[in-house]
C-alpha cells in the first residue's frame, strides 16, 4: 500500500514547485519593473533643478509612462498569447534598459519624455501586471486573487528598496550616474532570463489548465461583446479615476514632505517604506475578500484611502514622525490593493480564451488615469503653488473610483 501512495503523494509535488517558481519570477520582474517606475518621485526634483524645468513638465514624463503601459496593455495581452512569456518578458527588460542608458545622456525634455516616458513605460508593462496575471492563471485558478496579491505587492518592496537606493545614487554619483545603473542592470538580468525553463513555465498546471478549457465553450466572450457589458466599463472606470487620486499624488510625495521640513533621505525612505506596508495592505484585503466578500473588502480600502490622504493633508501643519507613520500606512498599504480583487473579478466576468486580451482593454482606464493624474496633478501645483488644491483632487477622484461597487449590479454581487 505504501509502495502505491507515493506515486500519487509526490504527483502534485512538481507542479506545485513549479507554480511557485513561476510566481516567484513573476514578483521578482515586478519588483524590478514597479520599483524603477515609481522611483521617479526622487529623480523628479534633481531632474528640474539640472534643467530648470517647471513641476508640470518633468511629472509629464511619469504620466507619459503610466500612459504608454495603459495603452499598450491589449497589445500586450495579444502578443503573450501568440509569442508566450518568453518573448513579452525578454522585450520589456531589452526596452527598459535601453531606454534609462538614453536617458543618462539627455539633453532635452523629449529626449526624457521618449525614453523614462514612453519606452520605459511600455517596458515596465511587458513584465507587469497583464502578462503576470495570464500566467498565474494557469497556475493558480481560483486562487489568483492570492497569487496577484503577492506579485502586485512587489510595487511595494520595489518602491522600498529603489527608492532609498535611488537618493542614495543621485546624492553620490548623479541622476545620470543612477539611470546608467539601472540601465545596465536591467540588461545585464535580461542574460539569465532567457535561459529559464520557459516551455515548462508556459503549459500551466494540468488542473487548472483542465478546467479553464472546461469553461470556454460556456463563455465565449470576445472584446467586441465584453465592452457593450456594463461591467467592464465599470470596471473600467473603477481602474480610471481609483489611479487619478493615487497617482495625482505619489509623484510629488517625496518633494511635498521635503517640503514638509523633512530631510531628502527621510522623505524618500519614509514613502519607500510603504513597500512593506503595502505587502501586508495587499495580503490583508485579499484574506478580508474570502472572509467578508469582495464588495465590502473593496470598500474598507476605499475608506483607508481616504483617511490616509486627510492625513497627507494635515502633515503640512504637523510634520511629526506620528502623522507621516499613518500616512504611510494607510495611504501606503492601499496603493494597488484593489488590484488583485479587480483582476480576479475581470477574468471570472470574462473568462474565456480571449480573457488576456479583455483584461488588457480594461487595464487601459488605470494607465490613462495614472498618466493623466500625474500630469494634472503637476500642473494643479504649477497654477496653484499649493499642495491643498491637488489633495481635494485626489480625494475626489478616489471617491468616484468607489462608486462603481456602490451602484453597479455586477460588483455589488
Same mark, same amino acid.
Given at each position: ?64 509612462? +503610466? ?57 515596465? +508593462? ?288
Amino acid at each position: 500500500m505504501d509502495q502505491q501512495a507515493t506515486p500519487l503523494q509526490e504527483a502534485p509535488t512538481r507542479p506545485t514547485r513549479t507554480a511557485l517558481g513561476v510566481l516567484a519570477l513573476c514578483f521578482a520582474l515586478s519588483v524590478l519593473g514597479r520599483g524603477l517606475g515609481e522611483s521617479f518621485s526622487v529623480f523628479l526634483l534633481p531632474i528640474s533643478e539640472s534643467f530648470g524645468w517647471n513641476r508640470a513638465d518633468v511629472v509629464s514624463v511619469y504620466s507619459l509612462s +503610466a500612459l504608454a503601459g495603459g495603452l499598450a496593455s491589449p497589445l500586450i495581452g495579444r502578443l503573450f498569447d501568440y509569442s508566450g512569456p518568453r518573448s513579452v518578458y525578454s522585450l520589456g527588460l531589452l526596452l527598459i534598459g535601453g531606454a534609462f542608458l538614453f536617458a543618462a545622456y539627455a539633453t532635452h525634455l523629449w529626449q526624457i519624455q521618449l525614453s523614462v516616458g514612453v519606452c520605459v513605460g511600455f517596458g515596465i +508593462a511587458l513584465i507587469g501586471n497583464v502578462p503576470n496575471s495570464i500566467l498565474l492563471g494557469r497556475w493558480f485558478g481560483p486562487r489568483l486573487p492570492t497569487a496577484m496579491a503577492v506579485v502586485y505587492s512587489a510595487t511595494g518592496a520595489g518602491v522600498l528598496v529603489l527608492l532609498p537606493a535611488s537618493q542614495l545614487l543621485i546624492d553620490h554619483i548623479g541622476w545620470r550616474g543612477a539611470y546608467q545603473i539601472f540601465g545596465v542592470t536591467a540588461l545585464v538580468l535580461l542574460l539569465p532570463l532567457l535561459v529559464l525553463p520557459w516551455r515548462l513555465f508556459s503549459t500551466g498546471a494540468p488542473h487548472i489548465i483542465k478546467e479553464a478549457a472546461a469553461e470556454l465553450s460556456d463563455e465565449g466572450w470576445t472584446l467586441d461583446r465584453a465592452v457593450r457589458h456594463h461591467a467592464f466599463w465599470a470596471l473600467f472606470a473603477t481602474f480610471f479615476f481609483t489611479a487619478i487620486g493615487m497617482y495625482a499624488l505619489t509623484p510629488q510625495i517625496v518633494a511635498y514632505l521635503i517640503e514638509a521640513g523633512f530631510p531628502p533621505l527621510q522623505a524618500a525612505t519614509a514613502w519607500g517604506f510603504s513597500g512593506v506596508v503595502l505587502l501586508f495592505g495587499m495580503l490583508g484585503v485579499s484574506w478580508l475578500d474570502g472572509i467578508i466578500g469582495r464588495r465590502p473588502s473593496v470598500l474598507f480600502s476605499y475608506a483607508m484611502s481616504v483617511f490616509g490622504i486627510f492625513l497627507l493633508w494635515l502633515l503640512q501643519w504637523h510634520p511629526n514622525i506620528w502623522v507621516l507613520t499613518g500616512f504611510v500606512v494607510c495611504f501606503g498599504s492601499m496603493i494597488g490593493s484593489r488590484g488583485p480583487l479587480l483582476t480576479a473579478t475581470a477574468m471570472k466576468l470574462f473568462r474565456g480564451k480571449h480573457v488576456g486580451t479583455i483584461y488588457g482593454a480594461i487595464a487601459i482606464g488605470s494607465g490613462l488615469g495614472s498618466a493623466f493624474g500625474s500630469w494634472s496633478g503637476g500642473l494643479i501645483h504649477d497654477v496653484t503653488h499649493s499642495y491643498n488644491p491637488l489633495i481635494l483632487y485626489a480625494l475626489i477622484s478616489v471617491i468616484l473610483g468607489m462608486i462603481p461597487f456602490l451602484v453597479v449590479p455586477a460588483l455589488r454581487r
